[in-house]
């Protein structure tokens, strides 16, 4: 014991230590009386040379095959010794736990103990941290990550039947994160009263549905297992209705309910914050309505925020009408006003005012149709998917970018929105701030057509028009041609402005000229829509 302990060797010394029970457990010998004796050593070792060495013969126990009998044979001791259960908690959660889930095999036996024998997952609610049903939570996630990766949980199913009969035994309360969320992963074993006790809980607090719905592996999970309840909690928790009091704080207006937990580092808003991205995955219908109706929610929010700024300030109400927004026809849609402002529409950026959670949603659906685009999907297709029960600006901003970021496959996907002079306003007006904060943080650096984050839409009718002309598509020429004359019509026809008469001069293409200039060819807008009107300084 006097001489040193280098931490090299503790791996050695835990299989000493294993031994040392498993001789006792072999021969038919008392495990407890060996324990105490191994644990009394390590105590002694562990005052030299630090509290590290304290740990091995927890570690020792748990991760052997017989820890179950251990644990029973124990049972005297344990129950008597508050501590010592706290060290083998402490134990499993430290050196058998990543992520925030424990191994299931190895925390499987100290967890049923402590539901079976020690009877400690229903006691009576205490407002201080109950580490035991934090093991509990660690171990359910632990399964929760198997059972999404397809393995086989079969041996874990019994235990979580258990661990859900206790936890189902009353009715959950507020603040109550852990065993919210630890309902909530209970993958196969969950039931009809489990499911049930989830809805009630939402309809009575939706408020404190955090712990499930921003929850990463319960979104896998539940994702994989029941989208329609992940769907229903989702919704109640983000979802809630803008307040009509003037006086209450713009924040809380906002008609969504905001991301929780996070910290230093974390953006505050990811395709990881939320369950928009598992749910797309596993049922993309349900997927795409929850995130139509929060952006909805929070486009509306925003507008009877601006509605009600005067009353705030003493001044008369603003002016601004319900629903007002953009009127667009896309894609077969139909005509139809979205409803937003020029934040709405670059909330997909997240560089702009607006909900987190929305910002969230918009940035996993992005990412989302990145991977349908990967299977071959067709972006008009999807694009026009996405617009059939669009009725906000958020949605028709982040179709757009989308298509312009895969623009070599677009032909007229992109008229609808380029012939509507307040579209080309809100363009100018995003692409004006990107680059600059992005609330999602950096994009991947192997994201399709990254580049084109910064183009305006004279940059993409450009490129449009002259794809066009090089590959000798007369017809497509000259619709792109009349989505410019759509455009002057648009802004008022002759009473059009000079600024939207050069843009749909942008589509034309016979308003280009070619040159060369020191070895280059250069591309030049040589003259406005209108012929009688000179363009001047617009060379690209």
């Not at 929780?260 to 997927?287: I, K, N, S």
Request: hydrophobic share 40%; charged share 25%.
């Amino acid at each position: 014991m006097a001489s040193a302990a280098p931490r090299w060797a503790i791996r050695a010394t835990r299989l000493f230590a294993q031994a040392g029970l498993a001789q006792a457990a072999a021969r038919g010998g008392s495990i407890a009386e060996r324990w105490v004796q191994l644990r009394a050593e390590f105590a002694e070792l562990s005052t030299t040379h630090g509290a590290r060495w304290a740990e091995l013969p927890w570690e020792a126990l748990l991760s052997a095959g017989w820890a179950d009998r251990a644990l029973s044979e124990l049972t005297p001791v344990l129950l008597d010794n508050a501590e010592m259960q706290a060290e083998a908690i402490r134990t499993l959660m430290l050196r058998f736990s990543q992520a925030g889930a424990c191994d299931p095999v190895i925390g499987a036996p100290l967890v049923s103990w402590l539901v079976d024998t020690a009877g400690m997952l229903d006691r009576p609610r205490s407002y201080r941290d109950d580490p035991v049903l934090e093991l509990v939570l660690s171990w359910l996630r632990g399964v929760a990550r198997l059972e999404v990766a397809d393995y086989d949980v079969t041996p874990y199913r019994p235990l979580r039947s258990r661990v859900r009969d206790v936890l189902m035994s009353r009715d959950i309360e507020r603040g109550e994160n852990k065993r919210l969320e630890s309902l909530a992963l209970l993958g196969g074993e969950s039931n009809e009263t489990s499911a049930t006790a989830l809805l009630k809980f939402a309809r009575r607090r939706p408020a404190f549905l955090a712990p499930v719905v921003e929850s990463l592996d319960v979104a896998m999970l539940l994702s994989k297992q029941d989208p329609a309840l992940l769907a229903d909690l989702a919704e109640a928790y983000y979802l809630k209705q803008p307040s009509e009091d003037p006086w209450r704080d713009s924040l809380e207006d906002e008609g969504i309910r905001g991301h929780q937990g996070g910290g230093l580092g974390t953006p505050m808003a990811a395709w990881y914050r939320g369950p928009f991205l598992p749910l797309l995955r596993r049922d993309f219908p349900r997927g795409l309505a929850l995130i139509h109706r929060m952006l909805d929610c929070g486009a509306r929010g925003r507008e009877n925020i601006l509605r009600n700024l005067g009353n705030r300030f003493g001044g008369p109400a603003s002016k601004q009408p319900e629903g007002e927004g953009v009127q667009l026809e896309l894609l077969g849609a139909g005509r139809r006003v979205l409803v937003g402002d020029s934040h709405v529409w670059s909330w997909y950026r997240g560089s702009s005012v607006g909900p987190n959670p929305c910002i969230s949603a918009l940035v996993s659906l992005e990412m989302f149709l990145d991977e349908l685009v990967q299977i071959d999907v067709s972006p008009r297709a999807i694009a026009t998917r996405l617009l059939r029960d669009a009725t906000t600006l958020a949605t028709a901003g982040l179709v757009y970018g989308f298509l312009v970021r895969h623009i070599e496959t677009v032909s007229d996907e992109l008229d609808g929105f380029l012939a509507v002079p307040d579209i080309w306003e809100l363009e100018f007006g995003r692409a004006t701030s990107e680059g600059l904060l992005h609330v999602q943080g950096p994009e991947a650096p192997g994201l399709a057509g990254r580049d084109r984050r910064r183009w305006t839409p004279r940059e993409v009718v450009t490129q449009l028009v002259l794809a066009a002309a090089q590959r000798g598509d007369d017809e497509a020429v000259e619709r792109l041609r009349s989505v410019g004359g759509r455009l002057i019509e648009a802004a008022g026809g002759e009473t059009a402005p000079p600024h939207v008469r050069l843009w749909a001069a942008h589509l034309d293409w016979d308003s280009y000229s070619l040159r060369e200039q020191e070895g280059h060819h250069v591309l030049e807008l040589t003259r406005s829509s209108s012929k009688e009107e000179p363009r001047i300084g617009a060379t690209d």
